[in-house]
Nanobody
């Protein structure tokens, strides 16, 4: 069982940056691939970014955030991060952290086994 707790959301202006954190419980954090998803009001949950387990050499981004967002992980701290730069109003959503058994990155929500409660990100124009 893995418990995930996101933090770092907030209200920012377009062009600003935010860094989201996701703290995970458990002693086998490095054996999980991690992902970030988001859900805007009235829309389906969508993939944002993912990072592989172990050495975290594999990363994967949605086209909409590529070049602006960076996912990383600190296995010693059981934490995964999402650095969000050049934020746009369309990035406004609840952001969720997710953990997937196995170390291979994935972009589909159904492949993830554990989810956090989400953190709100609001970008004003």
């Amino acid at each position: 069982q893995v418990q995930l707790v996101e933090s770092g959301g907030g209200l920012v202006q377009a062009g600003d940056s935010l860094r989201l954190s996701c703290a995970a419980s458990g002693r086998t954090f490095n054996k999980y691939a991690m992902g970030w998803f988001r859900q805007a009001p009235g829309k389906e949950r969508e993939f944002v970014a993912a990072i592989g387990g172990w050495s975290a050499e594999s990363t994967y981004y949605a086209d909409s955030v590529k070049g602006r967002f960076t996912i990383s992980r600190d296995n010693a701290e059981n934490t995964v991060y999402l650095q969000m730069d050049s934020l746009k109003p369309e990035d406004t959503a609840v952001y969720y952290c997710a953990a997937k058994s196995g170390t291979i990155v994935a972009g589909l929500a159904r492949e993830y086994d554990y989810w956090g409660q989400g953190t709100q990100v609001t970008v004003s124009s």
